[in-house]
């Protein structure tokens, strides 16, 4: 069995899906590693790592590709133009496991599978609790959460925290989260750190507890306890509310929205289109120098203003919608994916052979290209 760790080709991505520790687990389970040259440099591991670790180092990325039985990436792949992924030299024997963004990226997987290749997708793998350590969405979106806090924080001219001094006292600034999912939590979690007054505003109730726990008040929009349950799937995600409930909540958050000095947005509902929490009549409300670090960029964004990976400044508000959040603290987003790969590939090898085991639902439910067809998207 030869896994094949490549670099990665999009210009935003500084991640890389194994490190030393990885790779020493590889080989434990049976694996021949092999790393393209400099494919960790961003992450703070060099050639030299990756060797002591006992893994094969390539320059030529067609001899890696060639001979690997799982190829593994971080980013989806990219078929064209600069930064585009050596995809003319996967074959047939390949498995190729990354975030491949399946629903964004359909004809990429179109590829893969018209030439027989087989992928799973981590995004895909189910939320249940078998599958937390392979929670890759989870391990960078927590990430994600975080650093949204700490950049907004660099693009604010005021202080964030109370303080006393002789000359004069500054107020503490006001932050609102937007969806309580992992990024939100973390988000919140990381403002309060910092000694901001936090609010955050979710669709599932269920969250309420979460959020106060935290320290951060929950806002909340009235409906009727019948239809509580209405807001989540089984699947524990929010579902797509109400004409009704959407007018109540713009009504509150109109409000809201206004009085803060930093909002982060990471409103999501699986496969579709972000909702749009905060329309442009809000944003001219809101104070100039107030910033909205907008999560959900590439599903279209939460603001109406936002364009992703741009910095748009509105009224005197800033806009920001990056999209590579995890990647900007890449040594530890890479750790975490590394770990959830591992976790991932340890479910497909028995007895130092790889052997899929397509009974098993967090396999079944991740891979979207098997044996020339594509599957689950
Ligand atoms: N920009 C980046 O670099 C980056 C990195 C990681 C994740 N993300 C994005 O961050 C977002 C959040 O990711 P996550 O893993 O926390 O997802 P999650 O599913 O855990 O959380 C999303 C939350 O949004 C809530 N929500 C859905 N519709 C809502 C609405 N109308 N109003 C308020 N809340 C609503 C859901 O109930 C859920 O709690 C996603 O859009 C994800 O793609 C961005």
């Given at each position: 069995m030869k896994i094949a760790v490549v670099k990665e080709m999009a210009s935003l991505e500084k991640r890389v899906a194994a490190t030393p520790e990885t790779v020493k687990k590889y080989i434990e389970l049976g694996f021949e590693v092999g790393v393209e040259e400099n494919a960790g440099l961003h992450s703070n591991y060099t050639n030299d790592n990756y060797e002591i670790a006992g893994a094969k180092i390539y320059s030529n990325i067609e001899k890696l590709i060639s001979s690997a039985n799982i190829i593994i990436k971080v980013n989806n792949i990219h078929?064209?133009?600069?930064?585009?992924?050596?995809?003319?030299?996967?074959?047939?024997n390949n498995i190729i496991i990354g975030f491949l963004k399946p629903l964004q990226n359909s004809q990429q997987i179109k590829k893969l599978a018209e030439n027989n290749i087989d992928a799973f997708s981590v995004?895909?793998?189910?939320?249940i609790s078998r599958a937390q350590s392979m929670d890759a969405l989870s391990s960078q979106s927590n990430l994600a959460g975080y650093k949204a806090v700490i950049n907004s924080v660099n693009e604010f001219s005021k202080a964030i925290p109370m303080m006393m001094t002789a000359a004069g006292t500054i107020a503490p600034a006001k932050i609102l989260i937007l969806g309580a999912g992992v990024a939100g939590l973390q988000a919140i979690a990381t403002a309060k750190r910092l000694g901001a007054i936090v609010s955050a505003f979710d669709?599932?109730?269920?969250v309420k507890e979460q959020v106060e726990s935290l320290g951060a008040k929950f806002v909340e929009v009235t409906i009727d306890k019948q239809n509580?349950?209405?807001?989540?799937?089984?699947?524990g995600y929010a579902k797509e509310m109400s004409e009704d409930y959407k007018l109540k909540q713009k009504a509150l958050l109109e409000d809201y929205v206004k009085k803060q000095d930093i909002i982060i947005t990471t409103a999501l509902i699986p496969g579709?289109?972000?909702?749009?929490?905060?329309s442009s009549s809000m944003v001219k409300e809101m104070k100039i120098g107030s910033i909205i670090m907008d999560l959900a960029a590439e599903a279209g964004?939460?603001?109406?203003?936002t364009k992703a990976n741009e910095t748009i400044i509105e009224n005197g508000i800033k806009i920001l919608g990056p999209t590579d959040l995890p990647s900007q603290i890449p040594q530890d987003a890479s750790n975490l994916y590394a770990k959830n790969l591992l976790n991932f590939i340890k479910l497909m090898v028995k007895d130092k052979k790889l052997k899929i085991n397509w009974e098993d639902e967090i396999l079944k439910k991740s891979c979207v290209s098997f044996e020339g067809k594509i599957i689950n998207i």
């Open positions: 078929t064209d133009g600069e930064g585009a992924d050596n995809i003319k030299y996967y074959n047939k995004e895909l793998i189910p939320r669709v599932r109730t269920a509580e349950s209405e807001n989540e799937t089984e699947g579709k289109k972000a909702p749009e929490l905060i964004g939460n603001c109406n203003f």
